[in-house]
C-alpha cells in the first residue's frame, strides 16, 4: 500500500535528522522498509543515511535492515521534538504499517 511520505523536518526533507525522528516513534527495533513507507525516500538514499547513521554511533544494526537506536537518550530527545499532532501521525502510520504487515503474513497458509 503506497502512502504518503511524511515531512517532519520541512527545511530538512531529505536529512538524517528526518530518518532519526521517524526511527524514534519505533521505540525498539525497526526495519528499512518501514522507513522507506513512512519517509518516501528511495531506498539507496535511505540505506545510505541509514549505514552513515551506524558509522557515526547514533544507530546500531545487529541483522541487515534492522536497525536500532545505540543511544535511547537521543531517541527521547527526538521524539520530544515532536509535537502531538506529529507523534499521532506517526503512531497511526506505524499502528497501520504494522497491522498491514501482520495481515500480510497471516494471509499465507501455515504448516502444522
Given at each position: 500500500m503506497?502512502?504518503?511520505?511524511?515531512?517532519?523536518?520541512?527545511?530538512?526533507?531529505?536529512?538524517?535528522k528526518?530518518v532519526?525522528s521517524i526511527?524514534a516513534?519505533?521505540?525498539?527495533?525497526?526495519n528499512?522498509d518501514w522507513?522507506?513507507?513512512l519517509?518516501?525516500?528511495?531506498a539507496?538514499?535511505?540505506?545510505?543515511?541509514?549505514?552513515?547513521?551506524?558509522?557515526?554511533?547514533?544507530l546500531?544494526?545487529?541483522t541487515?535492515?534492522i536497525?536500532?537506536?545505540r543511544?535511547?537518550?537521543l531517541?527521547?530527545?527526538l521524539?520530544?521534538?515532536?509535537?502531538?499532532?506529529?507523534?499521532?501521525?506517526?503512531?497511526?502510520?506505524?499502528a497501520?504499517l504494522?497491522?498491514d504487515e501482520?495481515?500480510?503474513?497471516?494471509?499465507?497458509?501455515h504448516?502444522?
Amino acid at each position: 500500500m503506497a502512502t504518503k511520505a511524511l515531512t517532519i523536518h520541512p527545511r530538512e526533507p531529505d536529512s538524517e535528522k528526518q530518518v532519526l525522528s521517524i526511527a524514534a516513534m519505533f521505540h525498539e527495533r525497526f526495519n528499512v522498509d518501514w522507513l522507506a513507507e513512512l519517509t518516501g525516500l528511495k531506498a539507496t538514499q535511505l540505506l545510505s543515511t541509514l549505514e552513515k547513521l551506524v558509522k557515526n554511533g547514533r544507530l546500531t544494526s545487529d541483522t541487515p535492515g534492522i536497525y536500532a537506536f545505540r543511544d535511547k537518550d537521543l531517541q527521547s530527545k527526538l521524539i520530544g521534538e515532536l509535537s502531538a499532532k506529529q507523534q499521532k501521525d506517526l503512531h497511526q502510520r506505524i499502528a497501520g504499517l504494522l497491522m498491514d504487515e501482520l495481515t500480510e503474513n497471516t494471509d499465507s497458509p501455515h504448516l502444522l
